[in-house]
C-alpha cells in the first residue's frame, strides 16, 4: 500500500494537467489616470508636478498676462485613446480633447501585475510632450496624439493633430507626420501635412504602416481622416504624401446613430482605420478599411494607393471594392489583420465586443463572429491592435459615457487588455484549423545533442568544469549527467528541463530559441535565470530557487506551471526543501506564484479522489506522458516499451484495435520521455535514452537527446486515429 502511494505522489509531481478558460484577459486598469513625475528624475516615482505658476504666465501684446490651458493636471480629462505594444513599452495616448492633460504620448512598462493600475510617464520625455505657455507653434513639440502604430523596423508612427479641441478647437500648428525610432528614442522624421491635402488636423485618427524589414526606407504609412472622409497616403522615401477620395471612404447616413450606456447620440464618421493583408509576390498587399459609421468592409490593392496619379483620376472605377458586411450593430473603430493566421480583429463599438473575421471565408454576417463582450468591463474599444509576438491588444474607454454623462470615479473606467491571438480565436468560425493548416510537415529532430551544454560554458574541454567556487562540489557541472526530462514550446522558446537526479547539473529549468535550425546542438540557457536556479553551497533551503523539476506545461493565458521536487535524487535523496508549485509569467518572465504542497498532501493523497478505467492500449504499450489534442479529440501517447508514439481517437473506445503506432525506432527515438501538444496542433516530444543511462553508459559521440516536433493532423493521417478518415 505504501509502495502505490508513493508512486502516485511521485507521478504528481513530476506531471500534472493545467486547465484554464481565458478570452481577453485584462491586463492593466484605471479608475482614472496617474503620471508619474514629469521633472527630470522620471525613475522617481513621487506625485506629478509642474512648472511654478510664474512660470506659465506670459504676455500677449497688450501686456495682459495669459495662462496655458495645460497649468493644472485635471485627471479627469485624462481619458486614454490608443495602446501599442513594443519590447516591453506600453505605449498609451491622451488626446488634449479638455484641458489639464500633461503629456499625449506616454508608456508603461509591461511588466508589471496584471491588474494594477501604472502611471503614465511621457514618451519619449516631458519636454516634447509640454506645451507652450503661449501656444506658440514649436515643431519639436508633439500637441495631440490620437492613435500610434509601430512597423516591422521597430519605430513608432503617429499624427499629431496640432490642434486642442476644447470646447472651441484651438489649432496651435500644422497637423504632422511622426517617426520615432523606439530603439534610440530620437525622431527620425516629422512630415508637416500640407494644407493642400487636409486643412484640420483633428480628424486624422488611425493610421497604418506598410514596410519590409529588407527595407525600411521604402515605407508607406496610409492615414485615416474621418472628418475629410478621405485616405491620406504617405512616402517615406520620397517625403510626400497625397489624398484618395472615394465613396467607401465615407459613412452610411443610416449607421451614424448610436444608443449605448444609456445614451443617444449620432456620430458621422467615415473612413476609420486601414488593416494590411499578406504580401504578395509582387511585394503589394491588401488594404481593408472600413468607415466607423458602417458594417460593410471594403479593400483596395497598395499597389493602387502607392501610385500618386491615380489619386487625381475622378474615376477610380474596380480599383475599390466592396467585399462584404460584418452584420447587425457591427460598426467597428479599428481592426488589425493578423499576418500569420490571415485573421481580422475588430473593436464592435455598439456591441462593447471584439470580433473576428477569417478573411479565407466570405465577408458575411456568419463568419464574423464574437470574440469577447461585456457591456461593463469592454465598454468602448477604442482602439486594438496585434503586435509581433501575435498578442492582440484592446483599450477600452467609456467615451460616450465621458462625453455625454460623467465617470465614477470610484470605477474603472480605463481598461487594457491582452490575448494571443490563437487563443482568442479558438472555437469560433474564425478558427483556421476548422478550415485549413499551417503547413504540415513530416515529423523529425530539431534538437540532438551528445550532452547538454550551456551558453556560457567555456571552451574547456574537461569533463567536469566548476562555473562558481562552492564548498559543495554539487555545482560542478558534469556534462555527462544532464540528461533533459521535459520539453515545452512558447513563442520560440523551447523549455527544457534537467531534473537533479545526479551531481553536475548546473540548472534545473532551461530553454533554447526555436530559430536554430532543424539538427542543431544549441547550448542551453537558464530559465529565468542562472541565479535561480542556482543551489546553495550548503543547501539551505530558499523559497526564491528552483531545486529539481521534471516536467512543464503551459496553459492558455501565457503561464508556465511546473512543480518543483526540493529534491536531490543522488544515491540517496536529499530534501533541500519542501516540494512546490511554481506559475510563472511567459511574457515578463516573473513568478505569479509559489505554492509549497503541505506534508499532509503529500503524505496522505488525499487529492486522488477516484479513478475510473476506460480501457486497454495493447500489449508492450506502457506510456510515460500523454496528451490531449483539443482540436481532433486524439490523445498522444508515449510508448516507452516500444520506443514510440501510438495515438487514440476518444471518440472510439478504448482497445487495443482502436490505438495505433504511428512512429517507432529503437535508436533515435530510445525513450520517449515527455510528449505534448500545444495550443497551435504541434506535437512536442523528447527522448533522452534514460535506461541506457541508468542501468548502462552513454556513448559521447552519438546523439542521445533529440526533440520532435509535426502537427498532430499530420501523424494520425490514415490512421485509426484520423478523425478526418471517414469523412
Known amino acids: 500500500m505504501g509502495v502505490g502511494r508513493s508512486l502516485i505522489i511521485f507521478q504528481i509531481l513530476i506531471y500534472f494537467v493545467v486547465v484554464s478558460d481565458c478570452k481577453l484577459n485584462e491586463f492593466y486598469r484605471w479608475k482614472q ?38 497649468a493644472e493636471f485635471i485627471a479627469y480629462n485624462n481619458v486614454p485613446m490608443s495602446v501599442a505594444h513594443y519590447k516591453g513599452k506600453v505605449i498609451i495616448t491622451v488626446p488634449r480633447r479638455a484641458p489639464g492633460i500633461p503629456s499625449t504620448l506616454n508608456y508603461v512598462n509591461a511588466d508589471l501585475p496584471e491588474g494594477s493600475s501604472p502611471s503614465l510617464r511621457p514618451y519619449p520625455n516631458f519636454e516634447m510632450n509640454e506645451l507652450q505657455p503661449l501656444q506658440l507653434a514649436d515643431h519639436t513639440r508633439i500637441v495631440s496624439v490620437y492613435r500610434t502604430r509601430v512597423d516591422d523596423c521597430g519605430r513608432l508612427w503617429f499624427v499629431c493633430t496640432g490642434a486642442l479641441e476644447y470646447n472651441e478647437t484651438i489649432q496651435i500648428q500644422r497637423p504632422s507626420l511622426w517617426i520615432i525610432d523606439m530603439n534610440t528614442e530620437k525622431v527620425v522624421q516629422r512630415y508637416e501635412i500640407p494644407e493642400s491635402i487636409i486643412e484640420p488636423g483633428r480628424g486624422i485618427i488611425s493610421l497604418n504602416v506598410d514596410v519590409d524589414m529588407k527595407s525600411c526606407d521604402n515605407a508607406y504609412a496610409y ?23 472615394h465613396k467607401y471612404l465615407q459613412y452610411d447616413l443610416e449607421l451614424t446613430k448610436y444608443s449605448l450606456d444609456g445614451f443617444k447620440y449620432q456620430w458621422f464618421d467615415g473612413v476609420f482605420s486601414v488593416a494590411l493583408g499578406n504580401r504578395q509576390k509582387d511585394g ?15 479593400a483596395v490593392n497598395t499597389k493602387v494607393l502607392q501610385n500618386e496619379k491615380l489619386s487625381k483620376r475622378s474615376d477610380h472605377g474596380d480599383d475599390f471594392k466592396k467585399i462584404g458586411e460584418r452584420g447587425n450593430l457591427s460598426q467597428s473603430a479599428l481592426h488589425d489583420f493578423h499576418q500569420r493566421s490571415g485573421i481580422i480583429f475588430f473593436s ?21 463572429v464574437i470574440v469577447d463582450q461585456n457591456d461593463v468591463t469592454m465598454n468602448y474599444p477604442v482602439d486594438l491592435n496585434i503586435d509581433k509576438e501575435d498578442n492582440l491588444w484592446v483599450l477600452t474607454n467609456t467615451l460616450p459615457r465621458f462625453i455625454y454623462g460623467k465617470l465614477d470615479k470610484n470605477e474603472y473606467n480605463f481598461r487594457i487588455w491582452r490575448t494571443n491571438v490563437y487563443e482568442a480565436i479558438r472555437g469560433t468560425e474564425c478558427d483556421q484549423k476548422q478550415g485549413h493548416g499551417y503547413g504540415l510537415g513530416n515529423i523529425g529532430n530539431i534538437w540532438n545533442g551528445h550532452e547538454n551544454r550551456y551558453g556560457e560554458e567555456s571552451s574547456d574541454s574537461s569533463s567536469s568544469r566548476s562555473f562558481r567556487q562552492y564548498t559543495n562540489s554539487i555545482e560542478n557541472f558534469i556534462p555527462y549527467n544532464n540528461v533533459p526530462m521535459g520539453v515545452t514550446h512558447f513563442k ?25 535550425s532543424k539538427g542543431s546542438s544549441p547550448n542551453l540557457r537558464s530559465f529565468p535565470d542562472l541565479e535561480t ?16 523539476v521534471y516536467r512543464t ?81 486524439v490523445i498522444i501517447f508515449s510508448q516507452i516499451g516500444k520506443n514510440g508514439l501510438s495515438c487514440w481517437n476518444t471518440a472510439t473506445p478504448l482497445t487495443p484495435d482502436n490505438t495505433a503506432l504511428i512512429i517507432q525506432n529503437n535508436e533515435s527515438m530510445l525513450y520517449p520521455a515527455d510528449v505534448n501538444i500545444d495550443n497551435d496542433g504541434n506535437l512536442w516530444v523528447l527522448t533522452n535514452k534514460l535506461p541506457r543511462f541508468v542501468y548502462g553508459k552513454l556513448k559521447n559521440t552519438e546523439y542521445n537527446f533529440r526533440i520532435w516536433n509535426a502537427k498532430v493532423r499530420d501523424v494520425i493521417k490514415g490512421t485509426v486515429c484520423d478523425t478526418d478518415r471517414n469523412q
Open 33 to 70: 489616470m496617474s503620471f508619474e513625475k514629469l521633472e527630470t528624475d522620471i525613475d522617481d516615482k513621487e506625485s506629478i508636478t509642474f512648472p511654478s505658476d510664474l512660470d506659465l504666465i506670459g504676455t500677449t501684446d497688450s501686456n495682459e498676462p495669459t495662462v496655458t490651458p495645460n
Open 223 to 245: 492615414i485615416s481622416d474621418f472628418l475629410t472622409q478621405s485616405l491620406l497616403v504617405y512616402s517615406l522615401k520620397e517625403n510626400h504624401m497625397w489624398k484618395f477620395n
Open 284 to 298: 503589394y498587399r491588401t488594404a481593408y478599411f472600413h468607415p466607423m459609421a458602417s458594417t460593410s468592409e471594403f
Open 348 to 368: 464592435q463599438i455598439a456591441r462593447n465586443a471584439v470580433s473576428c473575421w477569417n478573411s479565407q471565408k466570405p465577408c458575411t454576417p456568419e463568419n464574423n
Open 492 to 516: 520560440g522558446k523551447f523549455i527544457v528541463t534537467i531534473p537533479r537526479r545526479k551531481p553536475g547539473i548546473k540548472s534545473t529549468l532551461n530553454y533554447v530559441s526555436s530559430k536554430f
Open 533 to 548: 536556479n542556482q543551489l546553495h553551497s550548503e543547501l539551505k533551503p530558499d523559497t526564491n530557487k528552483i531545486v529539481s
Open 553 to 633: 506545461r503551459m496553459d492558455d493565458c501565457d503561464r508556465m506551471w511546473f512543480v518543483d521536487t526540493g529534491s536531490l535524487q543522488y544515491n540517496g535523496t536529499i530534501q533541500v526543501q519542501r516540494a512546490s508549485i511554481w506559475i510563472m509569467n511567459m511574457t515578463t518572465e516573473q513568478v505569479i506564484r509559489r505554492f509549497e504542497i503541505p506534508e499532509h498532501i503529500v503524505k496522505s493523497g488525499q487529492g486522488l479522489i477516484s479513478l475510473k478505467k476506460l480501457g486497454e492500449r495493447g500489449e508492450n504499450s506502457q506510456s510515460a506522458m500523454h496528451d490531449f489534442d483539443l482540436d481532433t479529440g
